[in-house]
Protein backbone atom coordinates (compact mmCIF):
# COMPACT_ATOMS: atom_id res chain seq x y z
CA UNK A 1 0.00 0.00 0.00
CA UNK A 2 1.04 3.39 -1.00
CA UNK A 3 2.67 5.46 2.26
CA UNK A 4 0.54 8.88 2.88
CA UNK A 5 1.87 12.05 4.51
CA UNK A 6 0.89 15.83 5.49
CA UNK A 7 2.64 17.95 5.76
CA UNK A 8 2.82 21.80 6.73
CA UNK A 9 5.20 23.87 4.10
CA UNK A 10 5.93 27.60 4.06
CA UNK A 11 5.93 28.48 0.23
CA UNK A 12 8.32 31.17 -0.50
CA UNK A 13 7.30 34.21 -2.82
CA UNK A 14 8.44 34.84 -5.86
CA UNK A 15 7.58 30.58 -7.09
CA UNK A 16 3.75 28.78 -8.08
CA UNK A 17 2.58 26.49 -5.51
CA UNK A 18 3.03 23.68 -8.40
CA UNK A 19 6.17 24.18 -8.79
CA UNK A 20 6.86 24.64 -4.63
CA UNK A 21 6.05 20.89 -4.31
CA UNK A 22 9.00 19.16 -6.45
CA UNK A 23 10.85 19.33 -3.20
CA UNK A 24 8.70 17.11 -2.20
CA UNK A 25 8.06 15.14 -5.15
CA UNK A 26 11.95 14.32 -5.53
CA UNK A 27 12.14 13.32 -2.13
CA UNK A 28 9.13 10.94 -2.47
CA UNK A 29 10.06 9.84 -5.74
CA UNK A 30 8.18 10.24 -9.36
CA UNK A 31 5.69 7.24 -8.52
CA UNK A 32 4.38 8.84 -5.25
CA UNK A 33 1.65 11.41 -6.08
CA UNK A 34 2.24 14.87 -4.66
CA UNK A 35 -0.36 17.84 -4.03
CA UNK A 36 -1.54 20.20 -1.84
CA UNK A 37 -4.58 21.67 0.30
CA UNK A 38 -5.15 25.06 -0.84
CA UNK A 39 -3.14 27.59 -3.70
CA UNK A 40 -1.16 30.30 -3.11
CA UNK A 41 -0.29 33.07 -5.77
CA UNK A 42 3.21 33.31 -7.07
CA UNK A 43 3.79 36.60 -5.60
CA UNK A 44 2.74 34.97 -1.89
CA UNK A 45 4.02 33.25 0.75
CA UNK A 46 3.19 31.60 3.75
CA UNK A 47 1.24 28.05 5.11
CA UNK A 48 0.41 25.50 2.47
CA UNK A 49 -0.53 22.04 3.81
CA UNK A 50 1.12 19.50 1.36
CA UNK A 51 -0.69 16.10 0.75
CA UNK A 52 1.52 13.05 -0.29
CA UNK A 53 0.40 9.63 -1.13
CA UNK A 54 -2.61 8.50 -0.15
CA UNK A 55 -3.50 11.04 1.58
CA UNK A 56 -3.81 13.15 -2.08
CA UNK A 57 -7.49 11.94 -0.71
CA UNK A 58 -8.34 14.21 2.17
CA UNK A 59 -9.16 17.50 0.21
CA UNK A 60 -12.28 17.25 1.32
CA UNK A 61 -10.36 17.40 5.00
CA UNK A 62 -8.85 20.57 4.70
CA UNK A 63 -11.74 22.25 2.31
CA UNK A 64 -13.64 24.20 4.76
CA UNK A 65 -10.93 25.44 6.50
CA UNK A 66 -10.55 29.63 7.47
CA UNK A 67 -7.57 30.97 6.55
CA UNK A 68 -4.92 34.24 8.25
CA UNK A 69 -3.23 36.32 6.36
CA UNK A 70 -0.88 39.45 6.55
CA UNK A 71 -1.29 41.56 3.45
CA UNK A 72 0.25 44.69 2.33
CA UNK A 73 -2.19 47.33 0.54
CA UNK A 74 -0.29 49.57 -1.69
CA UNK A 75 -2.80 52.53 -2.66
CA UNK A 76 -2.84 54.77 -5.81
CA UNK A 77 -3.00 52.14 -8.65
CA UNK A 78 -4.57 49.10 -9.56
CA UNK A 79 -3.25 46.83 -11.72
CA UNK A 80 -5.29 44.21 -13.81
CA UNK A 81 -4.38 41.15 -12.33
CA UNK A 82 -5.03 43.05 -8.64
CA UNK A 83 -1.85 42.34 -7.21
CA UNK A 84 2.22 43.31 -8.15
CA UNK A 85 2.59 40.96 -11.20
CA UNK A 86 -0.05 42.96 -13.64
CA UNK A 87 -0.06 45.84 -15.25
CA UNK A 88 -1.50 49.81 -14.37
CA UNK A 89 -4.95 49.85 -15.37
CA UNK A 90 -6.12 52.67 -13.11
CA UNK A 91 -4.19 55.45 -10.76
CA UNK A 92 -5.96 57.44 -8.20
CA UNK A 93 -5.12 60.00 -4.73
CA UNK A 94 -3.54 58.05 -1.78
CA UNK A 95 -6.45 58.30 0.97
CA UNK A 96 -5.64 59.96 4.30
CA UNK A 97 -5.55 56.93 7.18
CA UNK A 98 -8.85 58.03 8.44
CA UNK A 99 -10.54 57.33 5.59
CA UNK A 100 -8.56 53.65 5.22
CA UNK A 101 -9.65 53.08 8.91
CA UNK A 102 -13.36 53.44 8.10
CA UNK A 103 -12.99 51.70 4.49
CA UNK A 104 -10.99 48.72 6.51
CA UNK A 105 -14.24 48.54 8.89
CA UNK A 106 -16.63 48.16 5.91
CA UNK A 107 -15.34 44.48 5.41
CA UNK A 108 -15.77 42.66 8.29
CA UNK A 109 -18.53 40.37 8.09
CA UNK A 110 -20.53 38.62 5.61
CA UNK A 111 -20.39 40.33 2.29
CA UNK A 112 -20.46 39.53 -1.32
CA UNK A 113 -17.19 39.60 -2.75
CA UNK A 114 -16.67 39.81 -6.73
CA UNK A 115 -13.38 37.30 -7.21
CA UNK A 116 -10.66 38.85 -9.41
CA UNK A 117 -10.61 38.03 -13.20
CA UNK A 118 -6.94 36.71 -13.07
CA UNK A 119 -8.25 33.41 -10.79
CA UNK A 120 -9.06 30.23 -11.41
CA UNK A 121 -12.96 29.75 -11.09
CA UNK A 122 -14.64 28.59 -13.92
CA UNK A 123 -17.10 30.90 -15.97
CA UNK A 124 -18.86 29.19 -18.79
CA UNK A 125 -16.59 26.13 -18.24
CA UNK A 126 -13.78 28.05 -18.96
CA UNK A 127 -10.93 29.19 -16.43
CA UNK A 128 -11.36 33.31 -15.80
CA UNK A 129 -7.44 33.56 -15.91
CA UNK A 130 -7.39 32.12 -19.45
CA UNK A 131 -10.14 34.44 -20.78
CA UNK A 132 -8.65 37.52 -19.09
CA UNK A 133 -5.04 36.62 -20.86
CA UNK A 134 -7.31 36.54 -24.31
CA UNK A 135 -8.32 40.71 -23.50
CA UNK A 136 -11.73 39.10 -23.33
CA UNK A 137 -14.09 40.79 -20.74
CA UNK A 138 -14.45 38.45 -18.13
CA UNK A 139 -17.65 38.88 -15.52
CA UNK A 140 -17.63 37.96 -11.98
CA UNK A 141 -20.35 36.82 -10.92
CA UNK A 142 -20.87 37.92 -6.54
CA UNK A 143 -20.67 35.45 -3.66
CA UNK A 144 -21.09 35.75 -0.22
CA UNK A 145 -17.97 35.37 1.92
CA UNK A 146 -17.00 35.97 5.79
CA UNK A 147 -14.52 38.72 7.24
CA UNK A 148 -14.19 37.70 10.54
CA UNK A 149 -11.53 40.01 11.44
CA UNK A 150 -9.40 42.89 9.49
CA UNK A 151 -7.25 44.79 11.82
CA UNK A 152 -4.61 47.56 10.57
CA UNK A 153 -0.93 47.05 11.39
CA UNK A 154 0.54 50.22 10.21
CA UNK A 155 0.00 52.49 7.40
CA UNK A 156 2.90 54.46 5.85
CA UNK A 157 3.61 56.32 2.71
CA UNK A 158 0.23 54.84 0.55
CA UNK A 159 0.60 51.35 2.11
CA UNK A 160 -1.62 49.48 4.44
CA UNK A 161 -0.54 46.34 6.60
CA UNK A 162 -3.16 44.71 8.09
CA UNK A 163 -3.91 41.29 8.85
CA UNK A 164 -7.43 39.42 7.77
CA UNK A 165 -8.94 36.65 9.22
CA UNK A 166 -11.51 34.96 6.66
CA UNK A 167 -13.77 32.71 5.23
CA UNK A 168 -12.34 29.43 2.66
CA UNK A 169 -13.09 31.07 -0.90
CA UNK A 170 -12.38 34.74 0.34
CA UNK A 171 -9.68 36.29 -2.58
CA UNK A 172 -7.28 38.93 -0.68
CA UNK A 173 -6.92 39.90 -3.46
CA UNK A 174 -10.34 41.56 -4.56
CA UNK A 175 -10.28 42.80 -0.48
CA UNK A 176 -7.52 45.06 -1.25
CA UNK A 177 -9.36 46.39 -4.22
CA UNK A 178 -13.07 47.26 -2.44
CA UNK A 179 -11.14 48.37 0.74
CA UNK A 180 -9.81 51.51 -2.12
CA UNK A 181 -12.92 51.65 -3.64
CA UNK A 182 -14.58 52.72 -0.40
CA UNK A 183 -12.05 55.03 0.04
CA UNK A 184 -12.32 56.55 -2.97
CA UNK A 185 -9.49 55.45 -4.84
CA UNK A 186 -7.96 52.49 -6.19
CA UNK A 187 -5.16 50.06 -5.17
CA UNK A 188 -3.63 46.57 -5.32
CA UNK A 189 -2.45 43.79 -3.11
CA UNK A 190 1.51 44.59 -2.86
CA UNK A 191 2.19 41.64 -0.77
CA UNK A 192 0.61 38.59 1.16
CA UNK A 193 1.36 35.86 3.87
CA UNK A 194 -0.82 33.25 5.09
CA UNK A 195 -0.02 32.76 8.39
CA UNK A 196 -2.58 29.70 9.64
CA UNK A 197 -4.83 27.36 8.13
CA UNK A 198 -8.12 26.66 10.41
CA UNK A 199 -6.24 24.81 13.40
CA UNK A 200 -2.58 25.10 11.98
CA UNK A 201 -0.07 27.85 12.19
CA UNK A 202 3.25 28.48 10.90
CA UNK A 203 4.67 27.78 14.27
CA UNK A 204 3.32 24.43 13.78
CA UNK A 205 5.37 23.13 10.86
CA UNK A 206 7.54 19.94 11.76
CA UNK A 207 5.87 19.66 15.02
CA UNK A 208 3.13 17.30 14.12
CA UNK A 209 2.75 13.52 12.73
CA UNK A 210 0.22 12.48 10.11
CA UNK A 211 -2.23 11.32 12.91
CA UNK A 212 -1.54 14.63 15.32
CA UNK A 213 -2.55 16.92 12.10
CA UNK A 214 -5.65 14.89 11.19
CA UNK A 215 -6.22 14.99 15.21
CA UNK A 216 -5.72 18.80 15.50
CA UNK A 217 -8.55 19.28 13.05
CA UNK A 218 -11.34 18.41 15.88
CA UNK A 219 -13.02 17.23 12.57
CA UNK A 220 -12.97 13.26 13.90
CA UNK A 221 -14.54 10.49 15.80
CA UNK A 222 -13.82 6.99 15.92
CA UNK A 223 -15.40 3.75 14.25
CA UNK A 224 -14.27 0.52 15.64
CA UNK A 225 -15.57 -2.68 14.08
CA UNK A 226 -14.09 -6.39 14.22
CA UNK A 227 -11.60 -7.45 12.61
CA UNK A 228 -13.94 -9.93 10.73
CA UNK A 229 -16.11 -7.27 8.87
CA UNK A 230 -13.39 -6.46 6.78
CA UNK A 231 -14.74 -8.67 4.16
CA UNK A 232 -17.88 -6.79 4.33
CA UNK A 233 -16.20 -3.89 2.47
CA UNK A 234 -17.79 -2.98 -0.85
CA UNK A 235 -16.48 -0.98 -3.62
CA UNK A 236 -14.83 1.12 -0.93
CA UNK A 237 -17.91 1.16 1.32
CA UNK A 238 -19.04 -0.21 4.64
CA UNK A 239 -22.42 -1.46 5.82
CA UNK A 240 -24.45 1.21 7.64
CA UNK A 241 -24.58 -0.91 10.52
CA UNK A 242 -20.92 0.15 11.12
CA UNK A 243 -22.23 3.78 12.35
CA UNK A 244 -23.51 2.45 14.93
CA UNK A 245 -19.87 2.60 16.63
CA UNK A 246 -19.39 5.57 15.82
CA UNK A 247 -18.11 7.60 19.02
CA UNK A 248 -19.44 10.92 17.71
CA UNK A 249 -21.46 11.13 14.97
CA UNK A 250 -21.44 14.66 14.51
CA UNK A 251 -18.23 14.86 13.23
CA UNK A 252 -17.92 14.90 9.43
CA UNK A 253 -14.86 12.28 9.40
CA UNK A 254 -13.99 9.01 11.02
CA UNK A 255 -10.99 6.64 11.42
CA UNK A 256 -11.91 3.43 10.98
CA UNK A 257 -10.33 0.83 13.52
CA UNK A 258 -10.32 -2.70 13.09
CA UNK A 259 -9.85 -4.34 16.58
CA UNK A 260 -7.18 -1.66 17.45
CA UNK A 261 -5.74 -1.26 14.15
CA UNK A 262 -6.52 1.74 12.43
CA UNK A 263 -7.44 0.95 9.10
CA UNK A 264 -8.28 4.40 6.98
CA UNK A 265 -9.94 7.73 7.36
CA UNK A 266 -13.43 7.87 6.54
CA UNK A 267 -16.80 9.67 6.12
CA UNK A 268 -20.80 8.67 6.32
CA UNK A 269 -22.18 8.70 3.07
CA UNK A 270 -25.42 8.01 2.08
CA UNK A 271 -25.89 6.35 5.32
CA UNK A 272 -22.83 3.88 4.54
CA UNK A 273 -19.03 4.35 5.92
CA UNK A 274 -17.36 5.41 2.64
CA UNK A 275 -13.16 4.73 3.02
CA UNK A 276 -11.28 7.93 1.83
CA UNK A 277 -7.85 6.74 1.81
CA UNK A 278 -6.30 3.74 3.60
CA UNK A 279 -3.76 4.41 6.68
CA UNK A 280 -0.01 2.61 6.98
CA UNK A 281 0.83 1.70 10.14
CA UNK A 282 4.08 3.72 9.38
CA UNK A 283 2.35 6.45 8.74
CA UNK A 284 1.11 6.63 12.29
Do not use: W
Not at 139 to 162: H, N, W
Not at 199 to 213: A, F, H, N
Amino acid sequence: MEKSDILLFDKKEGITSFSSLNQFKREYGKKVKVGHAGTLDKFASGLMIVLVGGATKLNPVFSSFDKSYVAAIKFGFETDTLDPEGKVIKEGPIPEEAMVDEALSCFVGEILQSPPAYSAIHIGGKRAYEEARKGRDVQMPLRPVKVFSAEKISYEEGTLICSFRVSKGTYIRSLARDIAYRAGTCAHLSALRRTSIGPYTLDDIGRYSYMELLEKTGLFSSISLDPKRKKEIDNGFISSSAILSDSDRKKAFKFLYFGSELYAVSAIQDGKLKIISRVCNEDI
